[in-house]
């Protein structure tokens, strides 16, 4: 079956330290987000890729990297810049046209 | 400025009701507006899309209508079911990269 699976579920980082979470689909979808959910609040973009070897910054790109090498993949970095980086992260996939988006079931990254 | 807006303050209903969420957005000019369900703790899922030339769409218990004058959209669940208890999310794409950008949801809580 086709899907999109994020991994890990749960991350711990370290105060200074980068983490990379994983995104990857099977969907053969072309375009790539990601999210991040604080409590009680909705998606916002981190960023976004609709081709290989190009993305873009959403509206709260600071603190954070990304790469998209292969079109399966679209790894996140959460960098020491980003100084609240406890949230809940979401990686979805979608065709070109952005129409039916499947989401990851999510990491839930905690700074200890 | 652009925005897209749902109802912050959560929804509660009776069981066999309908439930109506309102979606409004400002400063987009958007060709479609979907909906998608989250669960807490997990990534949303796609429910339905409009396009701007439908002024309605049904699936099952659930009806969506599109108002491009109004710059706004209604999903309505009829015969509401306490399984239907979760947050409702918009979305629409912005620009030319294919943004896709969600409105903060709306908490819908039906009542046995």
């Known amino acids: 079956d086709g899907g999109i699976t994020q991994s890990p579920k749960y991350l711990f980082r370290k105060e200074g330290q980068n983490v990379t979470l994983s995104c990857e689909q099977n969907?053969?979808?072309?375009?790539m987000y990601w999210y991040r959910q604080d409590p009680g609040q909705g998606l916002r973009l981190i960023y976004y890729s609709q081709i290989v070897n190009d993305f873009q910054k959403g509206d709260i790109a600071e603190g954070y990297s990304v790469s998209r090498e292969k079109k399966e993949s679209f790894p996140l970095t959460v960098t020491s810049a980003q100084k609240n980086p406890t949230a809940f992260y979401l990686c979805a996939s979608t065709g070109r046209t952005g129409e039916k988006a499947f989401f990851g079931q999510g990491t839930r990254l905690t700074v200890v | 400025s652009q925005k897209i807006e749902q109802n912050s303050e959560a929804l509660n209903i009776q069981e066999g009701k309908t439930a109506t969420l309102t979606c409004n957005y400002t400063n987009y000019s958007p060709a479609y507006l979907q909906w998608y369900r989250q669960d807490p703790g997990r990534g949303p899922v796609f429910l339905l899309l409009i396009r701007e030339n439908e002024k309605e769409k049904r699936k099952e218990r659930l009806k969506v209508t599109f108002d491009t004058t109004l710059k706004q959209s209604l999903f309505h669940i009829t015969a509401s079911q306490p399984a239907d208890s979760a947050t409702y999310l918009c979305?629409?794409?912005?620009?030319?990269?294919?943004?896709?950008?969600f409105g903060a949801g709306t908490r819908l809580a039906v009542h046995p």
């Open positions: 969907l053969n979808h072309d375009a």
């Open positions: 979305a629409l794409l912005s620009g030319g990269y294919n943004k896709l950008i």
